[in-house]
């Protein structure tokens, strides 16, 4: 069959211009739209009125969240901050064991090693824990397990901080044996044979991996926030030690921080010994005067004997540490000198950009410094702890905080946002995080911003306050509830030098909270300018950022 020859080429040429001229303006980019600015909206814990269920019972649904309000207001009891059992092996190794009614269904045996450094941070926690990482791996390929301890091998979770770095293990293997498991990472030459060029590339690709994550952002955000020579931003993501790493370089890191920490090993059965005793603490005595080595005397009753389900001969103690003195430097925790490199109260109103071409949304920091750098000391440290976890949930409390009801409940402007308290040893700062849209750049972060500066001016109603206060109280109440949670909290204390009697005070001061008192603590939180860092498209978001905040001077900086 003959097919007909098309006589019109011209028309296919006009029509294929046409549709060339019709996807070429389909791909120019559209302009963009950004969202407006408003006031803040603020979140109402009144009783409503003449509400009633909707079961149309005679149940008064605001006689019901009145009785609710008058139970908040009244003193909640205080929850009781418990130390648990403690035994000293050594100077700087202590063993604990908490009294608990928990049934352990799962018949695994949990145990926590931690080691602490509360006068100085660890120098590169995360290049050592990496370490540890490959050597797990290693192991695992090429060591024959038995199907018990492979699985024990498989439990372990590593996870290090500026002044800590633990270990957990689970599994069915027996507590002596689950201890020789950790302590081996600690060996001298543990790390002598691992794929250190392994460990080089992880190390790089968490670098990368960051820049999607939020890591990337919270790194520079920390060093805008502290400055750039302070012990915490030097000691973290360091990349000129990382290019300069070899076996020999990690040995010495590994054996530094090893001499550097105090442990403590939290174990599941009691710890009883009547040859070594209990450590005990009072509310006015520091938590780790219960670490002070105890009695040796080797005389007990029979009736200690049969109480006593662990004694000291029952914890594994490395050679290494039996024998070796901790190799310190003297600095003073809970004090940060001008020497740190620490920031002062931002004076300048200033938006730092991390400039990331053509991404769709934008992620953002806003923090503030809790205190001067010559100014910090353990009872202003103490306070700043109240007042800044107390702020941090008033605005930043997801559902019930003010930035969540706001940014996002009545405007959309986010999926998140979220309020901070970071209170370690050399610095105290409060932040809040969360990512927006590349058209709600603007509105969110002058959302930010204005509820800052509304709380300082304007008097939170006592019936917002007392929300915050059951939250907070809950939060504790969890916290002794949950042995994982008790064991940061009591480790989290220790670093911190706090009392037992501190969490009472604490107490005390949330129970007694009013409009006034919030007012005073978010002038004191909110004192100076905040710290701002953003990660977005720069070209893009910098003429909105200049409309809504025009006294703000907006600096593009690399990460």
């Avoid at 001016?457 to 949950?482: F, P, R």
Wanted: hydrophobic share 35%; glycine share 4%; with cysteine.
């Amino acid at each position: 069959m003959l097919i007909q020859k098309n006589k019109h080429p011209k028309l296919i040429i006009i029509s294929s211009m046409i549709m060339l001229a019709l996807m070429t303006l389909g791909c120019q980019h559209s302009p963009i739209h950004f969202t407006e600015a408003q006031a803040p909206n603020i979140p109402s814990f009144d009783v409503p009125e003449n509400h009633t269920s909707a079961s149309n019972t005679s149940t008064d649904l605001s006689q019901l969240l009145a009785d609710t309000q008058q139970a908040q207001s009244k003193a909640i009891k205080p929850v009781a901050y418990q130390l648990p059992h403690t035994i000293t092996l050594t100077k700087q190794f202590h063993a604990h064991q908490w009294l608990s009614s928990e049934v352990n269904d799962s018949g695994l045996n949990r145990l926590y090693l931690i080691g602490i450094s509360a006068q100085q941070p660890i120098t590169h926690p995360d290049i050592l824990v990496e370490a540890f990482k490959q050597k797990l791996e290693e192991m695992a390929n090429t060591t024959a397990y038995s199907p018990q301890m492979a699985s024990c091998l498989s439990s372990i979770k590593i996870r290090s901080s500026l002044h800590s770095v633990g270990m957990t293990i689970e599994c069915s293997a027996t507590d002596q044996q689950l201890q020789q498991q950790l302590w081996q990472f600690w060996e001298k030459g543990a790390l002598s044979d691992i794929n250190i060029a392994t460990v080089i590339r992880n190390l790089k690709l968490n670098k990368h991996i960051g820049a999607f994550t939020g890591s990337e952002i919270d790194t520079t955000f920390r060093q805008q926030l502290l400055g750039q020579q302070h012990p915490y931003n030097l000691n973290v993501r360091n990349e000129s030690t990382i290019n300069e790493l070899d076996n020999t370089t990690l040995q010495t890191l590994h054996n530094k921080i090893r001499q550097q920490l105090q442990w403590h090993l939290f174990i599941p059965s009691p710890i009883t010994s009547a040859a070594h005793g209990v450590a005990q603490s009072s509310l006015n005595s520091p938590l780790d005067s219960q670490l002070n080595s105890l009695s040796n005397s080797t005389s007990t009753s029979s009736a200690n004997k049969q109480n006593a389900t662990i004694t000291s001969s029952d914890i594994f103690v490395p050679t290494w540490l039996a024998t070796t003195q901790p190799n310190l430097t003297e600095v003073q925790p809970n004090i940060i000198t001008n020497s740190t490199g620490s920031a002062t109260k931002q004076s300048t109103q200033t938006i730092l950009i991390i400039d990331a071409k053509d991404t769709v949304q934008t992620q953002a920091r806003v923090g503030f410094v809790l205190a001067k750098p010559d100014l910090v000391n353990t009872t202003n440290h103490n306070q700043n702890s109240t007042d800044c976890k107390t702020i941090a949930a008033l605005l930043g409390r997801s559902y019930s905080g003010r930035l969540f009801y706001d940014l996002r409940e009545t405007r959309g402007l986010t999926y998140g946002i979220y309020g901070r308290c970071v209170d370690a040893p050399l610095s105290q700062y409060l932040y809040f995080y969360g990512s927006t849209s590349l058209e709600n750049s603007g509105a969110f972060l002058k959302g930010i911003i204005d509820h800052t500066q509304l709380l300082k001016e304007q008097a939170a109603k006592q019936t917002e306050i007392n929300a915050v206060i059951t939250y907070l109280m809950g939060k504790q109440q969890l916290a002794s509830d949950h042995k994982y949670r008790k064991e940061s909290r009591y480790i989290n204390n220790l670093l911190l030098g706090r009392t037992a009697s501190f969490e009472q005070l604490q107490h005390e001061t949330l129970n007694s909270l009013t409009p006034k008192a919030i007012t005073t603590m978010a002038n004191h939180v909110f004192e100076g300018n905040p710290v701002i860092v953003l990660r977005g498209d720069a070209d893009k978001i910098i003429p909105d950022l200049n409309e809504k905040l025009p006294h703000w001077q907006v600096i593009t900086i690399s990460p």
